[in-house]
């Protein structure tokens, strides 16, 4: 069964740094769009980066210039490396599979 | 970014009736590959999105055919023939036709 699996949500202090992973199950990360969605508590969706292709990504303004994708393929994982995060960075972080195959997500927590 | 608008915001239905959501893009879906890149989502409390319909009108693996979905171009709709108890939660459309991908702000459909 296809699945995709996050890690790596915790409890962190405004400034500090966190790194998500998302390990896929029966396929393979690589030929697909692995995206990175996440959800504030009690609002609605916000899509905030994709790794596709041969090693490309693209990222929400939000999180441009403190987030940053990377790709192990012998784990078949994707990761999220997430640096001077701030309290509205809370929320569930959720991996997907070409926006079509979502895992269950884990939370971010943002606070001193 | 592309503005993704859905009508209404909530909804109250009977349970066997029908309803319907509506999304209105601010630029045209249509890729450059020729694809509409339009998928509507559902999300229950307490869980993750699951992808209902995919490229406007496909439903994903899994998906009732009661859920049906329409449009093209800038104007988008999601139609559940007979809605069930299954069905409550919110309803988000999505655009992955250009980075970065959007969201509708939700539809929170209530029985």
Redesign the interface.
Known sequence: EVQVVESGGDLVQPGGSLRLSCTASEFTVSPNYM?W?RQAPGK????IA?FYGGGDT????SVKGRFTLSRDNSKNTVNLQMNSLRPDDTAVY?CSRN??Y????TLVTVSS | DIVMTQTPLSSRVILGQPASISCRSSQSLEHSDGTTYLSWLHQRPGQPPRVLIYKISNRFSGVPDRFSGSGAGTDFTLRISRVEAEDVGVYYCLQAAQFPCTFGQGTKLEI
Do not use: S, T
């Not at chain 1, 693209?58 to 303004?61: C, H, I, R, V």
């Open positions: 995206n969605v609605g969706l916000e899509w994709v693209y990222y929400a303004d959720y926006l079509y979502w895992g269950r997500g």
